[in-house]
């Protein structure tokens, strides 16, 4: 539902979306949030590092300067505990490219 992607078109979706114990609004949940496939969709020839900057490039505001973006990039690297994984490539899950573990990947 949260993706739009709820098959039945006559069924609606009520609630809300708390963080913290504060009630968020649309436009915070549409910044803050992002839906994450459970399948890969992962490059996996690219480092962490060049995989989170492709997603924070598509994401974010293209009036944003590449400074700006590379340190919020490297924030979230930190954030998630990547930061030292950051240069690796990511790999393919044992398919041919070798990269980091799974735990790694879903992070």
Known sequence: ?????????????????????????????????????????????????ETVMYAAQLRMASSISHTRLKLRVDAILTELGIEHIADQQVGDGGYGIRGVSGGERRR
């Open 1 to 49: 539902a949260l993706a739009k992607r709820y098959s039945n078109k006559t069924a609606s979706v009520r609630g809300a979306v708390f963080f913290d114990g504060n009630r968020s609004t649309r436009d915070w949940v549409r910044v803050n949030v992002g839906y994450v496939p459970q399948d890969d969709c992962l490059l996996p020839a690219l480092t962490v590092r």
